[in-house]
Structures are given as structure tokens and as C-alpha cells.
């Protein structure tokens, strides 16, 4: 089998390529996990069919596709929360699996260690240890009460949990959502480092970018594997739908050329061609069991009105919460047509940054002016603006009757919600029935429907699966209104604002040009230009000295202390490396950390340490060799 494969390696496309490359080493190595000829029926119909594959030692899946489309789905299956309705679920004899939930039940657990150490079975007790150092990691206190936890807490706690007991294969189920930049940093950290396979689903591109091998794409209920990084899925998507295409013009141009014989030349040999007209049965049928690309979100925003050339203007504004400093001192000009980021850690006060910029509430100290002529759109992170009791219906004609005003224009209110990708079925659903991506869908709806020419958006990307997040990116880019936008996607907010306004979540704020990237990249230019004017300052300060000290005839030679230093580190740096050698070799050994912990950490702390000294030692014996080949030269 395996020769084949490599007979095929020749004249394939790229992508082909390597899938097949990746067969071959799957072939080498059994599976962790293989899934076979799974189906599964929702509601009378197929959620997806005949989904086969495998997640091998160190895979970093990606699962992707629309909202609805059956991903979580698949997820339960594969982590066996549920059975299909047919096909084969195998997982290696001795293979830990471990679930990470899109929702986190806390209910039963009186304490957050409670909840993460009912991950572990009986004989996995060996493993509790590790639970004060995940929390610790996720900054979650072990002894809080799991059900008081925030969104980015309750996320944290169940990363733990699924961290816990050291699995052989990872599946998270939107792991970023609700969590903060330097906690999806983190995250990104810990799978990278993971010795075991992941599955994930997830909205962040940067994330899968950032961790992704491979990719699980279900589309309209059929599973399409490559073998690549995320980064490459549009490009590898476009060539399959090119294909799929292709091949359903030469099924249309051959059902055609058939239906045009079957009417004019069948009568002369009728029995002869009846095998001939059962295969135009056949592909007719097959034609009609076809789905199309499903369609896209219609996203337009009207801005309206225009505003005032100034939108918001904060002057030295500052606000705390008790003795917690929440911004100190900052100012902003905000004009017509800015898209403004909002980026910070979770708890940083972003959002409290936002309702101050819009006059929800006051600031302790300073001014905000709010510019003229402003008709502002709120899309608020908890959604408060939808009831989960009424209909979707309901929701978008808020006086009643059956037509949504869309932008100034009357539309029927089943039309509208086919726009946003609903069925005609849902619109008389209540909203507490949707999942969140249709929640979110639906608030787009209802914002979306009237002219703004402010638009708030406190974390839009949520839920929403990457086809929707790329229109909304399009729409927001073309919007001529005013963007404050609160967001922890970083790709999204690279593609979307101007400037970014950082929280660090010490009351400080710093306002950027660009997005995250933008950012990133100045920070590091600026602190780079900070240490390259204080070693400037150090260097002039120490120049200064030299000259007014009382100048001594060179002697030629090192003093006795820096001789003695010259002459002894040689000795200390080849003892040095030697103690690195060796604890490089002890902590190659892999259950050293398990049969060792503390002994492990200890032999980590000892490493980074005696190789700063090693580095430190080098830089001072240069130094040393230097200044004695400078003293020979003035004798």
C-alpha cells in the first residue's frame, strides 16, 4: 500500500501531495483514533454522512465549517458524549481522552478544584498534584466557588480541566471564546507544547494559524482532510469547490446531451436503450441529491446622517472602582470615520472605557464631549438586547405586523431573516432556542436594520463561524460611519481598525496607530528605543565620570582583582558548560516529570539559571580580554 502511494507522490498537485505524504506516515503509525463511515440524521435529515478519518500521534486538527453545520457535534462523537446513528468510533486500548465543552457545567462542584479534579479517575489520583499549578497557570483561585465564575474564568477553569490528567488526544470546542489576549497566548503556549493530538474548533484565525497541522472541513454535511495549516484553507477550499464545479457541468452537459436523445431516439429501439435510460435515472438522481455552496450573510450598515467632524473627545479622563485604578489620565480625539479598537486583558475595564466614550457613565475626573448629530448602535457583549422569550419574529418587528424597515425600505420580516442565513421555519421560534452564532446573527439583524452612524460593538466575533466574520469584516471596512470596537480576535482587528486603544489593566491606556500587529510592533520598537536611550545615559554618565577623574600613568596591565577574574574564568565556564550538558541530558529523559515533578522544576530553574551565568561570564571575559589588549597598546 505504501509503494502505491509513493507511485502516486509522482505528477500530484500540491495539496494532494502532501495528504499523501501524510498517509504514508499514518500508515507507519496506527491511530490514537479512527472514525469510519460516521452519519449521523437531525430532524429527519442528514447533519453529515459517510465521515471518515483519523487523528494520529501529535495531530493539530483544526475543525471547521458554517454555524449549524454539525461541528460540536462531531466533536461529542468523537470525544463518545454520543452515539451516530451509524459507523465506527475507535480509540486505542489505554488512550485518555479529554472534551473541553463550548458551555462548562459547574453545577454539583462546590469548589473550582472540585470541578477540575473530576476530570481524573480513580487510578489517575497520581495526577491531582498538577491542579494547583494549571489554576495557577489560568490564574483561578482553587478554592472559588466554580458557579460565581465570569465567562473568561469559567473558560480558564475548564481548560484546567481538560489539562488535568494528561491526555493522548485534546478536543476543545471553541477554547478562545470569552478569554483574553494574554490567556489565548497562553493556550496557543500549551498546545504547541502538548504531547498528545488536538482537535479544536474555533472562529480565531490567528489562534489556528498559531497551533494547526491539519483540517477538518465539514462542509453541507461531507468531511474534506488536508493536510495543512489553517493559513492555506482558503486556498485548498477554493480548489475543491473548482473541482466540485467542474464536475457538476459535465454531469449537467451529460444529463442534457441524454434528455435530449431519450426524446428523440428511444422509440426506434425501446428495449435496446432502457439500460441507457436508467443510467439518465441515475444521474438525474444523483444531480438532484447535489447540494449547492450554501449562501452567504447579507451584511450592510447605513451610517446615516453624517455627524460631527468630532465624534469623541476625552480629556485627562480617570476612573477607579474602590482602590482599583481602572484608567488614569488619558485622552482621545475620536473623528468621522475612525475605526477604534478597544484591546486589554480581560478585567482591564475595556468595557467601562467604552460606556464612558459614549456617555453611559460618568469618568471620576476630566471631560468627555460627545460630538453633534449622533444616531449610535450598541451590540453589547452579553446581548441584553434580545429577549429569550419572544420570536425571531418578533424580535425584528418590535410594532408588530410582519414587515422589518431595513435601512429606510419596508422588507418582509421572513425575507430579511434569509438574509442572515435563518429558516423560514426558526422565524417564529423563540430567541432562546438559538445557538449563540444565530444569537449573534440575529442582534446583527436588528442593529444592522437602522441607519447608525455610530456603530458600538462589545465582542461582535463570538460564535460566528469564519464566512460571517469575513462579511462583517467587509462590511465594517466599507462602513462610512464611526467603529468602536471591543474585540480579543486578533486577525479580525488587524483587518478592521485604524488605531488601537490599549488597557495593560493598571490604569494605564495607550493609544496606537494600526491593529493588534500594529501594536505589537511598536511596543517593541519603543521599548527598544527606551533601553537604547538609557544605555546611552549610562554610557554618558560614566564618560563624564572618567574625565574628571585625576588621570594615572597606564600601567599596561590588568589590575590584580581583573587579572585574577581573567584568569580564573576560563575555569568557571567550562564548568558551566559541563553542568548544562548535563541537565540538558537528564531532562531529555520524558518520565522524569512524571515520576519526578519538583525534582524536574527544580532541574528547569537550574538551567535557565547556569546558562544566564554561562552567557554573563562570556560577555565579562571579552570585556576582561579588551580592556587588556587596550592597556598594552598605551604602553
Known amino acids: 500500500m505504501q509503494q502505491r502511494l509513493i507511485c502516486c507522490l509522482q505528477g500530484a498537485g500540491h495539496f494532494d501531495r502532501i495528504y499523501i505524504l501524510k498517509l504514508i506516515g499514518f500508515l507507519m503509525a496506527p491511530p490514537l483514533i479512527n472514525i469510519n463511515d460516521i452519519h449521523l440524521t437531525f430532524g429527519g435529515n442528514d447533519l453529515f454522512s459517510d465521515v471518515s478519518f483519523a487523528i494520529g500521534d501529535r495531530d493539530r486538527l483544526c ?105 493522548q488526544v485534546l478536543l476543545l470546542d471553541e477554547p478562545t471564546n470569552h478569554l483574553d489576549l494574554p490567556t489565548i497566548e497562553w493556550l496557543e503556549g500549551e498546545i504547541k507544547n502538548f504531547r498528545g493530538a488536538v482537535v479544536v474548533i474555533s472562529h480565531d484565525r490567528a489562534f489556528l494559524n498559531a497551533v494547526s497541522n491539519g483540517v477538518l472541513w465539514l462542509d453541507r454535511g461531507i468531511m474534506h482532510q488536508g493536510a495543512i495549516n489553517f493559513s492555506q484553507f482558503e486556498e485548498w477550499s477554493e480548489e475543491i469547490y473548482r473541482k466540485e464545479a467542474e464536475e457538476r ?51 450592510a450598515a447605513d451610517a446615516g446622517e453624517t455627524s460631527g467632524k468630532v465624534v469623541i473627545e476625552a480629556t485627562d479622563i480617570a476612573k477607579s472602582f474602590g482602590d482599583r485604578p481602572i484608567i488614569s489620565d488619558f485622552s482621545t480625539r475620536i473623528m468621522r470615520g475612525d475605526k477604534v479598537g478597544i484591546i486589554g486583558p480581560n478585567g482591564a475595564g475595556k468595557t467601562t472605557l467604552l460606556r464612558m466614550l459614549t456617555g453611559q457613565i460618568e469618568p471620576d475626573s476630566g471631560t468627555i464631549k460627545i460630538g453633534t ?50 429558516d423560514e421555519k426558526q422565524a417564529r421560534s423563540p430567541v432562546g432556542a438559538l445557538s449563540g452564532g444565530e444569537r449573534n446573527r440575529l442582534l446583527l439583524a436588528k442593529q444592522l436594520a437602522k441607519p447608525t452612524n455610530l456603530l458600538i460593538m462589545d465582542e461582535p466575533t463570538n460564535d460566528l463561524d469564519m464566512d460571517t466574520l469575513d462579511l462583517l469584516q467587509e462590511m465594517l471596512s466599507d462602513y462610512e460611519g464611526t467603529l468602536l470596537l471591543v474585540s480579543h480576535d486578533r486577525d479580525f482587528l488587524d483587518r478592521v481598525v485604524t488605531s488601537s486603544i490599549v488597557m495593560e489593566g493598571d490604569g494605564t491606556a495607550i493609544e496606537y496607530a494600526g491593529g493588534y500587529s500594529d501594536y505589537i510592533a511598536q511596543r517593541k520598537l519603543s521599548h527598544a528605543e527606551a533601553a537604547k536611550e538609557e544605555k546611552a545615559a549610562a554610557k554618558q554618565v560614566k564618560k563624564t565620570a572618567q574625565a574628571s577623574a585625576p588621570k594615572s600613568k597606564p600601567s599596561g596591565k590588568l589590575s590584580y582583582k581583573d587579572q585574577r577574574e581573567y584568569d580564573n574564568l576560563p575555569g568557571a565556564m567550562a564548568k558551566l558548560e559541563g553542568e548544562i550538558a548535563t541537565l540538558e541530558e537528564a531532562l531529555s529523559d520524558s518520565s522524569l516529570f512524571t515520576k519526578d515533578p519538583d525534582g524536574f522544576q527544580k532541574k528547569v530553574d537550574r538551567l535557565d539559571a547556569a546558562r544566564a551565568e554561562l552567557e554573563s561570564s562570556e560577555e565579562r571575559w571579552l570585556e576582561l580580554e579588551m580592556l587588556r589588549e587596550e592597556l598594552a597598546l598605551q604602553c
Not at 473558560?155 to 494528561?166: F, G, K, N, P
Not at 441515475?282 to 450573510?297: H, L, P, T, W, Y
Open 63 to 167: 475543525l471547521v465549517g458554517r454555524n449549524g453545520g454539525g461541528k460540536s457535534t462531531l466533536l461529542k462523537i468523537i470525544a463518545g458524549e454520543i452515539e451516530p446513528d451509524g459507523g465506527e468510533r475507535f480509540v486505542q486500548p489505554g488512550c485518555k481522552v479529554a472534551y473541553l465543552n463550548q458551555e462548562p457545567k459547574f453545577d454539583g462542584y462546590d469548589t473550582v478544584e472540585d470541578f477540575v479534579l473530576s476530570a481524573l479517575d480513580d487510578h489517575e489520583q497520581d495526577y491531582a498534584y498538577r491542579v494547583d499549578m494549571l489554576l495557577a497557570s489560568v490564574d483561578i483561585d482553587p478554592k472559588s466557588d466554580p458557579k460565581q465564575l465570569s465567562g473568561g474564568e469559567g473558560r480558564r477553569a475548564a481548560i484546567a480541566r481538560a489539562l488535568i490528567a494528561d491526555p
Open 249 to 299: 457541468a459535465k454531469l449537467d452537459k451529460l444529463i442534457a446531451q441524454e434528455t435530449v436523445w431519450s426524446v428523440q431516439g428511444i422509440s426506434a429501439r425501446r428495449k435496446r436503450n432502457q439500460g441507457r435510460l436508467r443510467r439518465l435515472y441515475d444521474m438525474r438522481a444523483q444531480r438532484s441529491q447535489q447540494v449547492d455552496r450554501i449562501g452567504n450573510v447579507s451584511l
Open 373 to 422: 448629530n449622533l444616531n449610535p448602535s450598541y451590540f453589547d457583549q452579553k446581548r441584553a438586547a434580545l429577549d429569550d422569550d419572544k420570536t425571531l419574529w418578533d424580535t425584528l418587528c418590535d410594532v408588530g405586523g410582519d414587515q422589518v424597515m431595513v435601512r429606510g425600505n419596508p422588507r418582509h420580516v421572513v425575507s430579511y431573516l434569509r438574509d442572515f442565513l435563518f
